[in-house]
């Protein structure tokens, strides 16, 4: 009686939550090369030059400032093919600068892009002001449903006997007998992996809860980094020397990003990418005052283990952390929801169409 219930349960969840799912598992997949897919549709835009042929930090924000006096940079960072990319203030947009003569190529809204586009589908199903709050919760609500669908699926697999022998997959039993085998051995060896993308992406929404969750799970505390206040210290003047004097504090590392002073006597943040590190793994360096000093210094690769899958969920997530391996097995574990719902549907259908044709054919009871 409880196996049949909790079928029923797994088939009345699939289809509650079949078109979001649908819909995060194509763009989960796209999701994860995304930023390739955008350099393609950017073409000349990103094509910045040589390695090495790029002005100085300073000369940037400074021709920018030239063209246009009117935004406020808030971050620049290093994109991969070398050019800068330049974060602005107060929604303002970002844009896109040749690092060879410090000319603004191209100044967009995020969303307005293809990643953007494709981003906003799969968070909030392109919904804008308060509703996209609520749509997001939704969002978080199906990744869970996922979750407790594997829970299912596996109690389900488990309850009758030799489990096991049922993750061989074969068609030599007809259609029906190997998709139900595809569908079951395809759960239980995506399990782990699929559950942690669903986590991970309740975590971008869901914090708190998802924090607690995972500081429970570690017995480890997620820690943020804890600069100094900003009070006294003299205007930074010379942009490049400071960020010359954090590169020294972290030997072997690669620039990848700074956050500009937003007020007078405010530091500069810049974010290095020490040798042998991962993706999320940038150590920070608080530089200000005059003559310009290090403030503080945060190191990621030296924190605990809550911490550094806390600022990693979205490279987990999305699977940037392991190399073209990861990131291609990666688009498969997304495609997984969307067979599970294909096949559960299918095989629910074919259920239903022979128990119609099995009580047609059971003969009228005489008068």
Partial sequence: ??????????????????????VLSL???????????????????????????????????????????????????????????????????????????????????????????LTAL??????????????????????????????????LWLKPPMPFRRLSVTFRQGQRFGILRLHQATGIATFLILTAVALTGMAMYWHDPMRVM?????????????PPKAQGLAPLKDLDAAIALAEETVPDAELRHFRLPRHP??????????????????????????PARVLYTYVATEANLATTIWHMRYIIHVGKFGGPIIRALWVFVALVPAGFVISGLWLYLGRRHREGRARAQVPAPAE
């Fill in 27 to 117: 763009t989960g997949a796209l999701l994860v090369y995304a930023p390739e897919l955008q350099r393609a549709i950017d073409g000349e835009v990103r094509n910045n030059g040589p390695v090495g042929a790029s002005l100085s930090p300073t000369a940037i924000v400074d021709r920018v400032a030239q063209q246009r006096p009117d935004l406020g940079i808030w971050s620049l960072s290093i994109t991969e093919d070398h050019g800068w990319t330049a974060w602005l203030r107060d929604g303002a947009g970002v844009l896109r600068i040749d690092p060879a003569t410090g000319d603004i190529r191209k100044h967009f809204y995020p969303k307005d892009t293809f990643e953007g586009w």
């Fill in 1 to 22: 009686m409880r196996y049949r219930l909790l079928r029923r349960l797994h088939l009345w969840v699939s289809l509650l939550a079949a078109v979001p799912l649908l």
């Fill in 122 to 155: 799969h968070r909030r199903y392109l919904t804008e002001g308060p509703a996209a709050k609520w749509v997001r919760h939704g969002v978080s609500a199906v990744a869970l449903l996922l979750i407790v669908q594997f829970i299912i699926g596996l109690w």
């Fill in 265 to 290: 006597g405010d530091p500069i943040v810049v974010g290095l990418m020490p040798d042998g590190a991962d993706d999320g793994q940038a150590t920070r360096v608080w530089v200000g005052d005059d």
């Fill in 214 to 226: 995972l500081e429970w799970a570690t017995q480890s505390k997620v820690e943020e980094a804890t």
